[in-house]
């Protein structure tokens, strides 16, 4: 199993520019969130999925959608990317129990 | 709002010695708690987990100790070593079942000096 993948690893966006950070889970998890790291502010939950066709909002959605349309796939996408959204964003899955995290996108917007 | 939170942002221990991290939680309906690790430039690993109808658990060189009367939980690792250098979460969540969200604490950095 490759676990929770995500891709790319490093990403530099213009002000204003849009994109789509992909997550991929191999481990039949229902749910599966996004979540973005600032120095000093922990893990910030931004949007999470309890299973395909089902979203919902966490703590910091705004500048954020989100979309489930299979198990394995949950995408995040930026709809006009801004400075603050530069952080370290990961994304996780779950059965039961505790989350696995996959390795993070770091995120430059300038 | 209730929330987790730390005791201390960063610890600092001698190799060799053991390392006890602190976590205070305030929602009494939290029933299931996981200690994670960070190192530089990964995302978070599962360290170990307990329950709310236990108050100790035991993993290798970690022990997880809960106290639901001051809603307080401690992560110890015996021996502490160079690798163990990291930042360490606790999270709290309702229930097991993995449809609701975990709640992070702000995590403690552990610096382990050889």
């Known amino acids: 199993n490759a676990g929770v993948t995500q891709t790319p690893k490093f990403q530099v966006l213009k002000t204003g520019q849009s994109m789509t950070l992909q997550c991929a889970q191999d481990m039949n998890h229902e749910y599966m969130s996004w979540y973005r790291q600032d120095p000093g502010m922990g893990l910030r939950l931004i949007h999470y999925s309890v299973g395909a066709g089902i979203t919902d909002q966490g703590e910091v959605p705004n500048g954020y959608n989100v979309s489930r349309s299979t198990t394995e796939d949950f995408p995040l996408r930026l709809l006009s990317a801004a400075p603050s959204q530069t952080s370290v964003y990961f994304c996780?899955?779950?059965?039961?129990?505790?989350?696995?995290f996959g390795p993070g996108t770091r995120l430059t917007v300038t | 709002g209730e929330s987790v939170g730390l005791h201390l942002p960063t610890l600092s221990v001698q190799e060799g010695d053991n390392s006890i991290i602190n976590c205070a939680y305030s929602?009494?309906?939290?029933?299931?708690f996981i200690w994670y690790k960070q190192e530089s430039g990964k995302g978070p690993q599962f360290i170990i987990d307990i329950r709310s109808n236990m108050d100790k658990r035991q993993g290798q060189r970690v022990t997880v100790l809960l106290n639901k009367t001051v809603k307080h939980l401690s992560l110890q690792i015996a021996a502490t070593q160079p690798g163990d250098s990291a930042v360490y979460f606790c999270a709290e969540n309702k229930g097991r079942s993995g449809n609701t969200p975990l709640v992070f604490g702000k995590g403690t950095r552990l610096s382990v000096i050889a």
């Open positions: 996780a899955s779950r059965r039961q129990g505790w989350q696995y």
């Open positions: 929602n009494s309906a939290s029933d299931y």
